[in-house]
């Protein structure tokens, strides 16, 4: 975006910005006291224990979501693998992400934690794939061919509902089955197959004819409440993966957070990246039905803003199509190539579309508020968020603070003020 580039709006955007209050919206905490501990007893039970033989070679998948205690769980089943006499490896099972890149792939691990130094295991990336079984319509389902050549595959993945589809299997170890563990061709030819709207009914059957044509021994499923604490850790076989990840995907929709409002006019989120998100910001919490996808019903947010993006995303800005406007500072953060790899592999371009980017977060905010037709300023009804799994405390304007007072699972922090925005460019 061009610094001298001005846009000529009829009565301009002087004007003030509803008052917001602090708000917190009540969760249960259900964070397990000791991830690490919990793998390991994992490893102990009879039908997980008897797979892991010694001298086995067994590929470890991880992915590139920013799933909480990764490093401590990765580490905690390198360790309990080996104490069994097997030889474990961690192998990058994330599909396009990364730029679609084998050094991509391994910086993306590097950041959360998952190197030889830090988790006991070495990294073997690459971004060959074998194609292990056919789909009856011809789509080829891939493997990474170090993890298909090992003697045994584990994946560790968080379990809870997807961005963009729905079924009763969503995210989690079926779908880095098929997506993560394909590496850029199997995600490519997969999603080229299909489109989202039928990945409820088609991945479950996919990622069972890939189970049955591999080594897969089991996966390590992780559901998160709804401050992102870790608060189930399940070793889940390969024989009962089809019949139990629907079970705790269930628990995870029950224990996910989520706005308490059923209408917004403009949400204001901080930050976006895909260790959040795959969508980058999570349709929801965030809602989609003012754009159409089905499934995301609540709430419905009228204008969606987007600030800044993490350092953790290293640029990938995938799904800032779902805002109507950006700041100039989260545009000039975009990597392209590297988001446009995963927005191209998925085959929703409209996900890598760029939204209007205005030089401040006010100026962003207001743009926002002053394209809301019929609604005058001061009655907007406004909330602002720091990202989509941070809503234990969030910002909202005076309008909406009768019904938080109503509200059994809300409460007012504090009296309504004059919202502070960075001015930074």
């Given at each position: 975006m061009p610094d001298d580039v001005q846009i000529n709006i009829a009565g301009g955007l002087e004007f003030p910005l509803p008052r917001m209050a602090r708000v917190r919206q009540v969760f249960e905490d259900q964070a397990l006291a000791?991830?690490?501990?919990?793998?390991?007893?994992?490893?102990q039970r009879p039908e997980i224990a008897d797979k892991i033989k010694p001298g086995?070679?067994?590929?470890?998948?991880?992915?590139?979501?920013?799933?909480n205690n990764i490093q401590t769980a990765v580490k905690a089943l390198v360790a309990g693998l080996k104490a069994k006499g097997a030889e474990p490896f961690i192998f990058p099972a994330m599909g396009s992400h990364g730029g679609g890149t084998e050094e991509g792939q391994r910086g993306i691990l590097a950041g959360y934690g998952i190197t030889e130094d830090q988790v006991g295991a070495p990294v073997r990336a690459t971004m060959d794939t074998d194609i292990v079984a056919e789909m009856s319509d011809g789509?080829?389902?891939?493997?990474?061919?170090?993890?298909?050549?090992?003697?045994?595959?584990?994946?560790?993945?968080?379990?809870?509902?997807?961005?963009?589809f729905r079924g009763p299997i969503e995210s989690g170890i079926c779908k880095?089955?098929?997506?993560?563990?394909?590496?850029?061709?199997?995600?490519?030819?997969?999603?080229?197959?299909?489109?989202?709207?039928?990945?409820?009914?088609?991945?479950?059957?996919?990622a069972d004819m890939v189970r049955k044509n591999t080594k897969f021994l089991f996966g390590l499923g992780m559901v998160e409440d709804a401050f992102?604490?870790?608060?189930?850790?399940?070793?889940?076989?390969?024989?009962?993966?089809?019949?139990?990840?629907?079970?705790?995907q269930a628990q995870s929709k029950e224990m996910i957070a989520k706005l308490f409002f059923d209408e917004i006019d403009v949400l204001v989120i901080d930050e976006i990246g895909k260790e959040i998100s795959g969508a980058g910001a999570d349709p929801n919490v965030t809602g989609g039905a003012a754009r159409g996808v089905k499934g995301f019903e609540k709430p419905y947010v009228k204008k969606m803003v987007m600030l800044d993006v993490t350092d953790a995303t290293h640029g990938n800005a995938c799904g800032i199509g779902s805002a109507d406007v950006i700041t100039k500072r989260l545009f000039n953060r975009i990597d392209f190539p590297i988001t446009y790899a995963n927005i191209v592999t998925s085959t929703y371009l409209e996900g890598g579309r760029v939204p209007i980017a205005m030089p401040t977060e006010q100026d962003a905010v207001r743009l926002a508020v002053k394209t809301l037709p019929g609604i005058a300023p001061q009655d907007a009804r406004i909330v602002r968020i720091q990202n989509t799994l941070t809503l234990g405390e969030i910002r909202v304007s005076e309008s909406m603070l009768d019904e938080v007072r109503n509200h059994p699972r809300m409460e007012i922090l504090e009296e309504p003020a004059d919202m502070a925005y960075d001015t930074a460019a």
């Open positions: 000791d991830v690490g501990g919990a793998v390991s007893e994992q490893l086995a070679s067994i590929a470890v998948g991880v992915g590139s979501r920013g799933v789509t080829r389902l891939h493997v990474d061919r170090y993890a298909n050549a090992a003697d045994g595959i584990v994946l560790v993945n968080r379990i809870k509902p997807h961005t963009s880095m089955i098929i997506i993560g563990m394909g590496k850029i061709a199997g995600a490519t030819s997969f999603h080229g197959g299909y489109g989202m709207d039928q990945f409820g009914e088609i991945l479950p059957p996919a992102d604490h870790t608060a189930i850790v399940e070793a889940i076989s390969s024989e009962t993966l089809m019949q139990r990840e629907p079970e705790l």
